[in-house]
């Protein structure tokens, strides 16, 4: 009885660590492949309320590399839409980094890169980030995509 409940309290310790990639400061919201939305786009609500202050935001994503296997990892192409709280629409394609990765938790790798540092946002208020990560289906291991948020209140800087 007492081994049942040991492996039990391993299961759930190892279940839960898929789901610990996160960026160490600031606010960090992180979705799984299976959670994207059904036109497969990965979509962060980011307060950036205070306009005196300056941000820093950023992508990160954790790659399961299974077996072993420290092959290298391509640029991953990332659609940005950007929608401000009045609207306004941006967008843009950039790369998140294969080769820009910390340590992760052996065998994954955990990819982290800086999108925008120091910017100032236009107009204060909820600003929703919606990506497309190219090609993720494809991505052997690719468990999904974080974004975090890191302010620098005005005078700090």
Known sequence: ?????????????????????????GDNIFITAEEKNEDGRYEFPVDMSDTASVYTVGFYSRVDR???VRDELQDIPLEIRIISPSGRVYEEKVYLPGDRFADG???????????RTGTRPLEGGKWKFSVHVVGDESIK?????????????????
């Not at 040991?6 to 660590?17: D, E, Q, T, Y």
């Open 141 to 157: 291991g690719f468990r999904g995509l974080g974004i975090y948020v890191k302010k620098m209140p005005y005078g700090k800087r």
């Open 1 to 25: 009885m007492g081994r049942i409940c040991s492996v039990a309290v391993l299961l759930i310790l190892f279940l839960r660590i898929p789901s610990a990639c996160s960026v160490d400061g």
């Open 66 to 68: 299974y077996g072993g």
């Open 105 to 115: 938790v052996f065998p994954s790798r955990d990819i982290v890169a800086d999108y």
